[in-house]
């Protein structure tokens, strides 16, 4: 059973910065394409970026330019670092296989106050 923990949300003005991250208890970790997700409240969980086990990140548009996400295969962990945030990123954020294929975590909750 793949466990997966998230970390670093919290409240911050608009325009400020957070770092996510997401240790994931999966074995050969590095060869798995990783994915942060948000869901805001009456909102379908969406995707947000991932990275490719060749380290290829894709971001979504509403995202781009201000969200990086990286990963650290030596301690299974994903990052999300998000800067210039909107009250829009306001959400749960949880991490995941790219393919949604893990069990959920518990998320980290982040409110962008305007």
């Known amino acids: 059973q793949v466990q997966l923990v998230e970390s670093g949300g919290g409240l911050v003005q608009a325009g400020g910065s957070l770092r996510l991250s997401c240790v994931a208890s999966?074995?050969?970790?590095?060869?798995?394409?990783m994915a942060w997700y948000r869901q805001a409240p009456g909102h379908q969980r969406e995707l947000v970026a991932s990275?490719?086990?060749?380290?290829?990140?894709n971001y979504a548009d509403s995202v781009k330019g201000r969200f990086t996400i990286s990963r650290l295969n030596a301690k299974n962990t994903v990052f999300l670092q998000m800067n210039n945030l909107k009250p829009e990123d306001t959400a749960v954020y949880y991490c995941?296989?790219?393919?949604?294929?893990?069990?959920w975590g518990q998320g980290t909750q982040v409110t962008v106050s305007s």
């Open positions: 995941n296989h790219l393919s949604r294929s893990y069990s």
């Open positions: 999966v074995r050969m970790f590095s060869l798995n394409s």
């Open positions: 990275i490719t086990s060749g380290l290829n990140p």
